[in-house]
Structure formats: C-alpha cells, structure tokens
Nanobody, 122 residues
Framework: QVQLVESGGGLVQAGGSLRLSCAASGSIFRINTMGWYRQASGKQRELVATITSGGQTNYADSVKGRFTISRDNAKNTVYLQMNSLKPEDTAVYYC????????????????WGQGTQVTVSS
C-alpha cells in the first residue's frame, strides 16, 4: 500500500512562482520514475515533467525553461518548482509515481496523488 500526498498549490499572479511537493509513503521498495501532470478545467490531463530514479528529466515544451522537477530519494519526495507562471498554467496538478512495493519489490503500480489546484491570475 502506497500513498502520494501533494502540497504547495495556490493562487498567484502571472510571473510569480510556486513550488509543489509530493511525498510518497507506505511499503515502498523502490520508486522508479516520478512525474507531474496537470488537467485544466474541461481539458485532458497532460504531462508536465518526469524524473527518473537516476535524475534524468523530461519536460513538456510549454514549461521548458520555467519549471524544474527534482526529487529527494531519502524523503521519497518529488518537487516541481514553477517560475514565470502564466494564466494558461492554471490547472489541477497531479503527482505520479511508478513504484515497486512490498518486502521483495515484486509488486508494482503507478500511483496518483489527490491533486492540488494552481491558479494563475492575469
């Protein structure tokens, strides 16, 4: 059993910054790739950024140069630093993690957080 809990969302003006955090807890053997996705009202959920266990990152073109994904493996936590925010960044942001769990790590699953609202005003 694994849970992901997000925090850090809120309301900011265009050009401002926010940092999202997502902590995983439970019977974790190994956390593989972690990521952030977002879903604007009435839109499809889309990938924002991913980071592998080795620290390799990937970003959507729309956030390159503005957002930074990072992780602290000792804390089982992934972060998303969001700078130069735009109104079009407004969405519910979801944490995602592919995790091997159990004592032997023989069970795997992709987990999702509950989502945290980010609203960017103009």
């Amino acid at each position: 059993q694994v849970q992901l809990v997000e925090s850090g969302g809120g309301l900011v003006q265009a050009g401002g910054s926010l940092r999202l955090s997502c902590a995983a807890s439970g019977s974790i053997f190994r956390i593989n790739t972690m990521g952030w996705y977002r879903q604007a009202s009435g839109k499809q959920r889309e990938l924002v950024a991913t980071i592998t266990s080795g620290g390799q990152t990937n970003y959507a073109d729309s956030v390159k140069g503005r957002f930074t994904i990072s992780r602290d493996n000792a804390k089982n936590t992934v972060y998303l630093q969001m700078n130069s925010l735009k109104p079009e960044d407004t969405a519910v942001y979801y944490c995602n993690a592919n995790i091997n769990w159990g004592p032997l790590g023989g069970m795997s699953y992709t987990y999702w957080g509950q989502g945290t609202q980010v609203t960017v005003s103009s």
